[in-house]
């Protein structure tokens, strides 16, 4: 269950990390013979109610609300016609799941509408928590103020809450959902397509160091720290990718304010928004780059990372949620404080000034993702929990993957050591 991030959105302008991974986990749980199902709410008049895509899964639009595009934080008033929707629907034993995977808060809430009818379990996903982006955004939070509590009475309700890095787990644990029900999964990346050789998206200014950035064009995103420290890396352009499409980057505001604070910093012929980019362009502007910057304020897990290292790509980051488990520090990349921008300056230029460390890391960054990071694992782990909530044991098919994964993780910490 995915309320406000369907598949089929996937690439467009607003899109992110969550439309990624539910996209990619129902593909990889489909590849291992299951019957998946995303259902999403019907945001627009031109989709089917039942969409079969070409990945083997299903999107099933559910009607509630306007049959139009919301903001995220404008949904929880729908979000009870959407679990009843569901709870009528599934009074047909055909249509009725196994196991029910809510991705992130309001999903969680309407699967647990949907299920007060009919006995089936739940597991929760929450790609972000409220009680950390209140914290870090203070009065620029614009989730709805109920949002905390009710992320808590879901994690204790729930059959288990599936988190994506230590670092929530600890969260979690503050808000009160006992370890116990609690498992990490990380999400994964798609390591054919992101992959270091391919098409590379071109320089429009030769010899000039490339610092890529992607992501949606919002405050929290970190860009314009990006943009502030660029003028203490000579030699290297800041390419932003993400936001709204080419054709309408300069009428975001955003946009426009990073654009007017790079021209007071000095760095405004150094500065390209891009905007939003087809999915299958995505790996060549990776490809494209010499270092990845990732500044967000905070960041639950954080995909784009891993795309970049899959790429061969090294990764300069704020140490912030899970981008602290994923980029090893002096291995794949470089961490520093939050909001450190002399910090990620120094870091941007010693390693595009230093080429041997630079593709040291990038080697090093391919390993750490093909080890750790791919949604083959990714969709075993999520199916052992499945199994664990529906009373079903591992097969031996299982406990050869977890072998080979014990042996993966060994194989790097050699590399990383």
Not at 222 to 235: K, N, T
Not at 241 to 253: E, F, K, L, M, S
Not at 397 to 404: K, L, P, R, V, Y
């Amino acid at each position: 269950m995915s309320v406000h991030a369907s598949p089929l959105a996937l690439g467009g302008s607003g899109t992110g990390g969550q439309h990624t991974h539910v996209t990619a986990l129902a593909e990889a749980l489909g590849r291992r013979g299951h019957d998946v199902r995303v259902y999403t709410r019907r945001d627009g008049a031109a989709p089917d109610d039942v969409v079969r895509t070409v990945d083997g899964y299903t999107v099933e639009h559910v009607p509630a609300g306007p049959a139009e595009e919301l903001p995220v934080d404008a949904l929880l008033p729908h979000v009870g016609d959407f679990g009843r929707w569901l709870a009528a629907h599934w009074r047909d034993d055909a249509a009725r799941p196994d196991v029910i995977h809510g991705h992130f808060w309001l999903s969680g809430l309407a699967a647990l509408t949907a299920t007060a009818e009919h006995r089936i379990p739940v597991v929760q996903t929450y790609h972000g928590l409220g009680t950390v982006k209140r914290r870090l955004l203070k009065d620029h939070d614009s989730s709805p103020e109920a949002r905390v509590g009710l992320e808590r009475t879901l994690g204790t309700m729930v059959d288990r809450v599936v988190a994506q890095c230590e670092d929530e787990v600890t969260e979690l644990g503050r808000m009160g959902i006992r370890r116990a029900d609690t498992v990490i999964v990380p999400s994964g990346v798609d390591g054919e397509r992101f992959a270091p050789s391919g098409p590379r998206a071109d320089h429009l200014r030769a010899g000039m160091r490339r610092i890529l950035s992607v992501g949606p064009l919002l405050p929290r995103k970190g860009f314009a720290d990006l943009v502030e420290a660029l003028r203490r890396v000579p030699g290297a352009e800041l390419v932003v990718v993400g936001g709204p499409a080419p054709d309408r980057i300069d009428r975001d505001p955003e946009a426009r304010r990073l654009m007017e604070l790079a021209d007071r910093c000095g760095v405004g012929d150094r500065v390209r928004l891009v905007g939003a980019v087809p999915q299958q362009d995505l790996p060549g502007w990776y490809r494209s780059a010499d270092v990845l910057a990732c500044a967000p304020w905070y960041e639950p897990f954080g995909l784009t990372p891993l795309e970049a290292m899959s790429c061969g790509v090294p990764v300069v980051a704020y140490e912030v949620g899970g981008i602290g488990e994923s980029v090893i520090d002096n291995v794949t990349g470089l961490l520093v404080p939050p909001r450190d921008v002399p910090a990620m300056a120094a870091a941007l230029r010693g390693l595009l000034g230093d080429e041997v460390r630079r593709m040291s890391y990038a080697s090093a960054a391919i390993d750490r993702v093909r080890s750790r990071y791919t949604w083959e694992r990714t969709a075993i782990d999520v199916e052992r929990v499945y199994r664990a909530v529906t009373g079903e044991g591992a097969t031996t098919g299982d406990a050869e993957t977890d072998a080979d994964a014990d042996a993966e993780d060994e194989a790097l910490t050699d590399v990383t050591s």
